[in-house]
């Protein structure tokens, strides 16, 4: 069985949490990681298992908006750097290009503050949302991975994201791939 994770990251967060996910898809799936804008439905269509993420901004996914504020801060914050998947599309953008009914298998997650979600908002809701629209059958529920105020990811939020993708490969009846 293939997964394919699909990430759209601004400082390099989600970047960092996707490969994760992806370590602990790969000990059950191959596992292939992109950036959104490198997701061809090509590759999306191809794969068994789906898990798409992104940061949170302003409560939800990103939006053109707030991917431009996102690197305003990064141009007057030295200690911040883009991705180099941040110039390419969002996530919203994304989803609109896809085809309308794929189906399949997914999970989503989101990388975001942590704080109660009154506060921070939850991307991976919407994420959710707009798996379910195109088809999708979702195999967890949405999961957040948490960044400190300075924008770093917290400790053990990469095991944490290797834990999360083996029970992701595992809900899918994924076996070894040994």
């Not at 068994?48 to 901004?57: A, E, F």
């Not at 939006?63 to 990064?74: C, F, N």
């Not at 991975?145 to 490969?169: I, Q, T, Y």
Request: charged share 25%; aromatic share 6%.
């Amino acid at each position: 069985m293939r997964a394919l994770v699909v990430y759209e990251s601004m400082f390099g967060n989600t970047h960092a949490i996707a490969d994760h996910i992806a370590t602990g898809l790969g000990m059950h799936l191959d596992a292939t990681v992109v950036g959104v804008s490198d997701a061809t439905a090509e590759l999306v269509e191809s794969a068994d298992v789906l898990v798409v993420g992104g940061p949170t901004h302003v409560h939800g996914m990103s939006s053109e908006r707030s991917r431009d504020g996102a690197k305003e801060m990064a141009a007057k914050d030295s200690e911040l750097h883009l991705d180099p998947d941040a110039e390419g599309p969002g996530l919203r953008d994304w989803f609109d290009v896809l085809p309308e009914h794929l189906q399949g298998r997914a999970a989503a997650f989101d990388t975001r503050v942590h704080a109660t979600t009154l506060v921070t908002g939850q991307a991976s809701k919407g994420i959710v949302k707009r798996l379910r629209r195109h088809g999708y059958e979702m195999l967890a529920d949405p999961e957040s991975f948490f960044v400190d105020k300075s924008n770093h990811l917290e400790p053990d939020e990469a095991a944490r994201a290797e834990a999360w993708g083996r029970s992701v490969a595992e809900a899918a009846g994924a076996h070894s791939t040994d």
